[in-house]
C-alpha cells in the first residue's frame, strides 16, 4: 500500500531528551508542536499525544505515519517511546518511521558543518558529524574533550542538549571556531515528523516491528547482566 499522499498527516513523538516533545505535520508542514520540562515520559505518554490530537482536532485514525525518535538518548525514554507508537501504530495498522536524533538535529541546523551532541550523562556525550547534510563519521559516545580533539579546528556548528551542557568548554577549547544554533537545544517532534514524511515520499513505510534504536552506548542493565555472566 502507498502511504504518502500530498495531505498525508504524520505524528511525531521524540523522547531522547528530557523535555521530550510531540507533533503534527501535514502536507510537509509543522502545524502542532509541544514539549513538556519533565523528564517523566511514563506518565506521561500517551496521554500528551492524545491531548495534542484533540488540540488539531484529528483522532489517531487521521494518522497516516507514526514517526519517533530514535536515539541515542535516555535508554528509558527511548524505549517508552518507542514502545508507545509501535502500540499506536500497530492498533492502527498504519507505517512507524524512526529518525535518528542526530539527523533531526543536523537537519534543523543547516547544510554546513554541524557536530550533533546529545548529552550522556557521566560526563560524557552522544556525538557525530555532518557536513552538507551527510553523516561523515560514525556516532560514538565520550568525553566531550575527546570528540572536539578529533573534530579540529574547523568552523563548526554546534547543536543539541549536550553542547548546551558543555558550551564553556566546547568554545574554551575551540577558541573561535565555534558557533551554536539557536535554541542550542531544539524540540525535536516537529523535525521528526517532517523527516518522515521525507521518507514516505521516497516510498519508505515500515511496519512497526521493524523499528531499530539507535543505543551507541549499553545500558547499565546490560552491564550488569554481563559482569554477572562472567563471575
Same mark, same amino acid.
Given at each position: 500500500?502507498l502511504?504518502y499522499?500530498?495531505?498525508m498527516?504524520?505524528?511525531?513523538?521524540?523522547?531522547?531528551? #528530557?523535555?521530550?516533545s510531540c507533533?503534527?505535520?501535514r502536507?510537509?508542514r509543522?502545524v502542532?508542536? #509541544?514539549?513538556?520540562?519533565t523528564?517523566?515520559?511514563?506518565?506521561r505518554l500517551?496521554?500528551?499525544?492524545?491531548?495534542?490530537?484533540?488540540?488539531?482536532t484529528l483522532?489517531?485514525?487521521d494518522i497516516?505515519?507514526?514517526?519517533?525518535a530514535?536515539?541515542?538518548?535516555?535508554?528509558t525514554?527511548?524505549r517508552i517511546?518507542?514502545?508507545?507508537?509501535?502500540?499506536l501504530?500497530?492498533?492502527e495498522?498504519?507505517?512507524?518511521?524512526?529518525?535518528?536524533?542526530?539527523?533531526?538535529l543536523?537537519?534543523?541546523?543547516g547544510s554546513?558543518?554541524t557536530?550533533?551532541?546529545?548529552?550522556?550523562? #557521566?560526563?560524557?556525550?552522544?556525538?557525530?558529524?555532518?557536513?552538507?547534510?551527510d553523516?561523515?563519521?560514525?556516532?560514538?559516545v565520550?568525553?566531550p574533550?575527546?570528540v572536539l580533539?578529533r573534530?579540529g579546528?574547523?568552523?563548526?556548528?554546534f547543536?543539541?542538549?549536550?553542547?548546551?551542557?558543555?558550551r564553556?568548554?566546547?568554545e574554551?577549547?575551540l577558541k573561535?571556531?565555534a558557533?551554536f544554533?539557536?535554541p542550542?537545544?531544539?524540540?525535536l517532534?516537529g523535525?521528526?515528523?517532517? #523527516?518522515?514524511?521525507?521518507?514516505?515520499r521516497?516510498g519508505?513505510?515500515?511496519?512497526?516491528?521493524a523499528?531499530?534504536?539507535?543505543?551507541?552506548?549499553r545500558?547499565d542493565?546490560e552491564?550488569?547482566?554481563?559482569?554477572?555472566?562472567?563471575?
Amino acid at each position: 500500500m502507498l502511504y504518502y499522499h500530498p495531505l498525508m498527516v504524520v505524528l511525531g513523538l521524540d523522547t531522547t531528551t #528530557r523535555a521530550g516533545s510531540c507533533a503534527i505535520a501535514r502536507e510537509g508542514r509543522v502545524v502542532f508542536e #509541544r514539549s513538556s520540562d519533565t523528564a517523566e515520559h511514563a506518565s506521561r505518554l500517551p496521554s500528551d499525544l492524545m491531548g495534542l490530537l484533540e488540540e488539531a482536532t484529528l483522532t489517531l485514525r487521521d494518522i497516516d505515519i507514526f514517526a519517533v525518535a530514535t536515539g541515542p538518548g535516555s535508554f528509558t525514554g527511548l524505549r517508552i517511546g518507542i514502545a508507545t507508537m509501535q502500540g499506536l501504530a500497530f492498533a492502527e495498522n498504519k507505517p512507524l518511521i524512526g529518525v535518528s536524533s542526530f539527523d533531526a538535529l543536523a537537519h534543523r541546523a543547516g547544510s554546513g558543518r554541524t557536530a550533533t551532541w546529545i548529552d550522556a550523562w #557521566r560526563g560524557e556525550v552522544y556525538a557525530a558529524l555532518y557536513e552538507r547534510g551527510d553523516e561523515v563519521w560514525s556516532p560514538v559516545v565520550a568525553h566531550p574533550s575527546e570528540v572536539l580533539a578529533r573534530i579540529g579546528r574547523a568552523p563548526t556548528l554546534f547543536t543539541g542538549d549536550g553542547a548546551a551542557t558543555y558550551r564553556d568548554e566546547i568554545e574554551r577549547e575551540l577558541k573561535g571556531a565555534a558557533a551554536f544554533t539557536d535554541p542550542v537545544a531544539p524540540i525535536l517532534a516537529g523535525t521528526i515528523a517532517l #523527516r518522515a514524511t521525507d521518507a514516505a515520499r521516497r516510498g519508505e513505510a515500515p511496519p512497526p516491528h521493524a523499528i531499530r534504536p539507535l543505543y551507541v552506548r549499553r545500558s547499565d542493565a546490560e552491564r550488569v547482566r554481563d559482569a554477572r555472566a562472567v563471575r
